[in-house]
């Protein structure tokens, strides 16, 4: 009996949504890959992991999550002691230890450009969310991007509440120490300096890691079939480790 492949769940991080994995989807849809795309709060980290861990609950079967920047923190937080989870993908993405946040982990290596290009609001549950300058968005965002595919994204990014972005990873056992991971980015990232990718990559034992010369933020948009091949390559270990357990 062949196994099953497990579910593709993408979580966007912050100054993005669900469709910024437009491509990356069609790119895993081609080889009947079932793909869900979720649509993240990026409200706070506990809730944002929270409601993405109900997704998986609503899934019959194995679930690879995959994480693009501030996502890296809701999957990680997400697949704690998940079962569910066979696989973890993290794409220009935060590897985080417990208690370590988005902010702390953006400024443990220099490079990142993202501070001068936001724009902060109130927000009437308390506390501030940013977003990223529409005049600003193409050079620090997706600057491998095209112009006009880039207007749509900036008109369309969620903005992230400070606190997502302060909060500390909560889990006393983040999910990359007992899942196997795999990571893509670029080298010409602004929002995240590289060498925090690299890091994280090497401190979660990366089975397979991709740098893409060249990409921006928005790797996922701009080379989505190399993403999209780093995340077929944690389904087939999964269904190749099944197989070989099977036989």
């Known amino acids: 009996m062949t196994p099953e492949k497990p579910t593709i769940v993408l979580v966007h991080g912050a100054f993005a949504e669900s469709a910024s994995w437009n491509a990356v989807i069609a790119q895993l849809q081609t080889h009947g890959v079932k793909v869900v795309a979720v649509a993240n709060p990026l409200r706070s980290l ?6 993405v861990r109900d997704v998986t609950s609503s ?4 679930v690879v999550l995959v994480g693009h920047s501030y996502g890296g923190l809701v999957i ?5 002691a998940n079962t569910a989870v066979v696989g973890l993908v993290y794409v220009s993405a935060f590897v985080p230890e417990t208690g370590e946040s988005a902010f702390d982990l953006s ?12 724009l902060v609001h109130p927000v009437s549950t308390g506390g501030n969310e940013f977003a990223i300058r529409p005049d600003a968005f193409h050079h620090q965002f997706a600057a491998d991007v095209t112009e006009e595919t880039v207007a749509l994204m900036a008109a369309t990014q969620r903005p992230v509440t400070e606190a997502a972005l302060t909060d500390g990873l909560p889990t006393t056992r983040p999910a990359w120490k007992d899942i196997p991971s795999w990571h893509v980015f670029g080298d010409h990232d602004l929002n995240i300096p590289v060498a925090v990718f690299r890091a994280g990559a090497e ?5 397979g890691t991709r740098e893409i010369e060249g990409a921006s933020h928005a790797a996922l948009v701009s080379h989505p079939e190399v993403v999209a091949e780093v995340i077929a390559s944690a389904g087939k270990a999964y269904v190749a480790g099944v197989t070989s357990t099977m036989a």
Request: proline share 6%.
């Open 59 to 62: 899934i019959a079967g194995p």
């Open 76 to 80: 990680t937080e997400a697949a704690s």
């Open 203 to 207: 401190r979660a034992a990366s089975r």
């Open 46 to 51: 506990t809730g944002d992991a929270a409601y």
């Open 107 to 118: 400024n443990s290596a220099p490079g990142s450009t993202l501070g001068e290009t936001l």
